[in-house]
């Protein structure tokens, strides 16, 4: 009991700090590497089918885009929010239960330089993309394991929280906008409000087993 406790407590403060910083600066690269989590699975997806990327882009106001020609339109839309879940929650249970931390952050550190040579073109995502892959290779090389460890829970509970709410402001609450769902609905049938549901509920459950 008393171990369980000691494991769940720096969760629960580090959980508290980052609702408490979520609409202040600081947690703003956190949430654009999230945003950057949601465009990859659609690029990753696109691939996964046959389809062809061409790129990627990151906008400043958290926003983002993916142009691809083939694979499945069905697959590659449904794949935006519950990918950028997934990504979040296997770096955050790595850091918990694992001590592959350091070899975790060098390869997101990789993987955001590769996605940026070969698919971004724009400034603000290059900046971003390049500026944090180079941020998270220096971290894996010079810091130890805690820094490592600390920075990938940071990243998981960010991606937690994130998900469920963007799903919620892009489907629901602003249900006219140009989002996954919409297109969801336009290409498949059904309602906006329908597929934000459903995608909501599946990213709490996913959540809930985490």
């Known amino acids: 009991m008393i171990s369980g406790l000691r494991q769940i407590w720096p969760l629960l403060l580090l959980t508290a700090a980052v609702i408490a910083l979520w609409s202040t600066p600081m947690l703003l690269p956190l949430k654009m590497l999230v945003v950057f989590f949601h465009e990859f699975s ?57 001590r592959a931390d350091r070899w975790v952050t060098a390869g997101l550190g990789g993987l955001l330089l590769l996605v940026a040579a070969f698919y971004i073109r724009d400034g603000f995502a290059l900046a971003f993309t390049v500026t944090s892959g180079t941020v ?17 829970r940071l990243i998981g509970l960010t991606s937690m929280i994130y998900v469920p709410l963007d799903i919620f402001s892009d ?13 969801m609905a336009e290409e498949f049938g059904g309602l906006t409000i329908v597929w934000g549901i459903l995608w909501l509920f599946l990213s709490l459950w996913v959540i809930a087993l985490a």
């Open 42 to 98: 659609h690029l990753l997806t696109a691939l996964l089918t046959g389809g062809s990327p061409e790129a990627l882009t990151l906008t400043p106001h958290q926003g983002g885009m993916v142009l691809s020609r083939g694979g499945n339109r069905f697959l590659i839309l449904s794949s935006g929010y519950l990918g950028s879940l997934l990504i979040g929650l296997a770096i955050f249970l790595t850091a918990l239960s694992s």
């Open 136 to 152: 998270l290779l220096i971290t894996a090389s010079w810091l130890g394991h805690a820094a490592c460890d600390l920075l990938l």
């Open 171 to 183: 489907t629901l609450e602003r249900a006219d906008q140009r989002s996954d769902a919409r297109l």
